[in-house]
C-alpha cells in the first residue's frame, strides 16, 4: 500500500485522465485521489464510478472530485487536458498553441494552491508543454516530469516479444527523443535477455522473416497513430505509463523510465525538456541515465533537441 497520506491529483479525466484514475486505483497507488476537470459533473461521476470499484479490492482509497485547492498538499499532479488533436493530423507539435492556453490556465491554478510536489505532463506536445509547465511553475526542474517516450518504448519491446514470443521485460532498449517523429532508438546499447539486438536479428532469421530496424523502428513511431486513427484515442497504454511512474514516486521504486526532463548537459544538450532513462523517486527525476549512444544516434538526439529547442521561442514569447 503507498505511504500514509499520499495524496494524488488528476487534471483532465478525458479518456486518458480516467483511465490513468483507475489505473491508479487498481493498483492502490495513493491513499486520496482527487479529479478536476472543466465539465465539473463529468468528474463527478468519474470519481464516484471509480469509488464503487474500490470496493472490490482488498485496500480502500478515496475518490472524489474537487478543485484546485486540492493541489496544495498533493504529493503528485498528473495534468493529462489536451487541447483536440485536429483531424487528419500527424504531428503532435501542430497541437502547441492551443495547448499553450489551456496549459497556462491549469499550472497557474495549480501554483496558486501552494502546491509543491511533483509535476506529470502528460498533455502533448508533451516535450514542450512539460518545459512550458517548468516555466510557469517556478518548480525545480526535478520535480516536473513529461511521460514522454515511456510508452514508445514500450510499444518497441513488444514488438519484439510478438516477433519472438517472450515477455516483453526481457527486451533492454529505450526509445529516446522527442515523444514523436524524430524519436531515436538506442539500438546500439539494445539487448534481449542480454544478448545484442543485432545479433538476435541476425540468429534468428526464420522468427525474423527480414523485419529490420527500420520496419521496428516505423512501427513504434506509427503505432499510436495507427490506435488513435481506428478508436479516435490512445489510454490504456499511456495510463499504464503514467501509473508506472508515479508508482516510483509514491513507493520510492528509483525505477528507471525514458520520460521528459530537463537536460543539463547530458548528451551534449543543455536546458531542453526531452527524454532519457531517468531514475524517478520519491524527490521527482532524481539521475539521469547517461548511456553510450552511437555517433549516428548520438547526431540524431541532438537533432531532436535543436527541434524542440525551435519551439521553445514561441513558449517563451507567449
Not at 541476425?202 to 481506428?230: Q, Y
Not at 514516486?249 to 532519457?276: C, E, H, K, M, W
Request: charged share 20%.
Amino acid at each position: 500500500m503507498a505511504f500514509h497520506n499520499s495524496k494524488a491529483v488528476i487534471v483532465g479525466v478525458g479518456n486518458v485522465g480516467a483511465t490513468c484514475a483507475y489505473s491508479f486505483v487498481n493498483q492502490l497507488l495513493c491513499e486520496d485521489l482527487v479529479l478536476i476537470d472543466v465539465n465539473k459533473d463529468k468528474a463527478y461521476a468519474e470519481a464516484l464510478d471509480i469509488q464503487h470499484s474500490v470496493y472490490f479490492m482488498n485496500r480502500n482509497m478515496h475518490v472524489r472530485a474537487g478543485d484546485y485547492s486540492e493541489c496544495a498538499d498533493a504529493d503528485v499532479v498528473v495534468i493529462s487536458a489536451s487541447a483536440p488533436m485536429p483531424k487528419d493530423s500527424h504531428d503532435r507539435l501542430e497541437m502547441l498553441k492551443p495547448s499553450m492556453g489551456l496549459m497556462k490556465s491549469i499550472v497557474t491554478s495549480i501554483m496558486a494552491s501552494g502546491f509543491s510536489g511533483i509535476l506529470i505532463v502528460v498533455s502533448n506536445p508533451v516535450d514542450v508543454m512539460t518545459y512550458y509547465a517548468w516555466k510557469l511553475s517556478g518548480l525545480p526542474y526535478q520535480q516536473v516530469i513529461g511521460s514522454g517516450t515511456n510508452l514508445d518504448t514500450a510499444r518497441l519491446c513488444t514488438e519484439f516479444s510478438r516477433m519472438y514470443d517472450l515477455d516483453a521485460r526481457n527486451v533492454e532498449a529505450y526509445v529516446v527523443g522527442e515523444h514523436g517523429d524524430s524519436e531515436v532508438i538506442t539500438w546500439d546499447s539494445a539487448t534481449i535477455g542480454g544478448k545484442r539486438v543485432d545479433d538476435v536479428l541476425a540468429d534468428n532469421a526464420s522468427r525474423t522473416k527480414g523485419t529490420t530496424k527500420a520496419d521496428l523502428a516505423h512501427a513504434v513511431v506509427e503505432g499510436g497513430w495507427d490506435i488513435f486513427n481506428r478508436k479516435g484515442n490512445t489510454c490504456y497504454g499511456i495510463a499504464s505509463s503514467v501509473t508506472a511512474i508515479a508508482r516510483s514516486i509514491f513507493f520510492d521504486d528509483n525505477a528507471i523510465f525514458p520520460v521528459s526532463v530537463r537536460l543539463t548537459g547530458q548528451y551534449g544538450v543543455d536546458g531542453i525538456f526531452l527524454s532519457v532513462p531517468t531514475i524517478i523517486d520519491h524527490t521527482g527525476a532524481k539521475e539521469i541515465v547517461e548511456i553510450r549512444l552511437s555517433p549516428d544516434e548520438l547526431d540524431a538526439f541532438q537533432r531532436s533537441a535543436k527541434l524542440l529547442q525551435e519551439y521553445y521561442d514561441v513558449v517563451d514569447n507567449a
